[in-house]
């Protein structure tokens, strides 16, 4: 994949050598050219100093032949301004913008365009780490809505089928961790003594999914 990225601040630095060191070829736009000395001498990728949401600087860039397009600057204005012009001009099927502001990332996310919405995504996850609230989490989304927790199940579940678990909780098992090995559930998954579930939740459900499936399932008929 060819992808453009707009900003060279650390979070677009570090994206472009994530991308590079997976063989993707990558072209970094900036306003400041010094900002691209956080690329380091080893980047083999494309450098353009100039506005980020000017057409001929993406062209120069190769927004003509990119896959996706990241938005990731300082400027919330900047970055959704030019993930628009990637997306509705050039065409880029894969878009996504870094937003400070909460409530305009919602509006963006509506008009179709991924957002990351940094200062939602980092108040929440220190909260998280400041005062648990029980729950194992190990991945929560960027919109901070859909997050994945390890649930603990009663010993009456080993032996059943792992749809009857999720059919009573109404969540459903992103993976398995078994003998220490993650696994993605099939359809014929039996849950085994000392699995590990990891299991899809929103917020509004995740109290009712843990107290399921620690509930012996003779009790909950």
């Known amino acids: ?11 677009g630095s570090t994206l472009a050598h994530s991308l590079e060191a997976r063989g993707h070829s990558v072209a970094v736009v900036d306003q400041d050219a010094d900002a691209f000395r956080r690329l380091g001498p080893d980047f083999g990728g494309i450098t353009v100093t100039g506005i980020g949401f000017d057409r001929d600087v993406l062209r120069e860039a190769g927004i003509e032949r990119a896959d996706a397009f990241a938005a990731v600057s ?13 997306r509705e001009t050039f065409a880029v099927s894969r878009v996504a913008a870094r937003i400070y502001d ?10 179709g365009i991924p957002t990351v919405a940094t200062v939602r995504w980092t108040a929440d996850r220190m909260v998280r780490h400041l005062v648990p609230e029980g729950d194992v989490e190990i991945f929560r989304d960027p919109t901070s809505t859909v997050s994945i927790i390890e649930v603990p199940i009663h010993k ?35 849950i085994q003594e000392g699995d590990q ?25």
């Open 197 to 221: 579930l990891f299991m899809l939740v929103t917020d509004d459900i995740a109290p009712s999914v843990t107290t399921s499936a620690g509930t012996s399932p003779e009790r909950g008929r």
């Open 74 to 86: 300082s400027g919330d204005n900047s970055n959704i301004i030019s993930a628009r012009l990637a």
């Open 102 to 111: 909460q409530r305009r990332a919602q509006v963006y996310e509506r008009l």
């Open 1 to 11: 994949m060819h992808i453009v990225i707009m900003g060279c601040g650390r979070v």
């Open 156 to 190: 009456d579940w080993v032996g059943r089928p792992l749809r009857e678990l999720e059919e009573a909780t109404g969540a459903r098992t992103a993976y398995v961790q078994r003998f220490g090995i993650g696994a993605l559930p099939t359809a014929g998954t039996v």
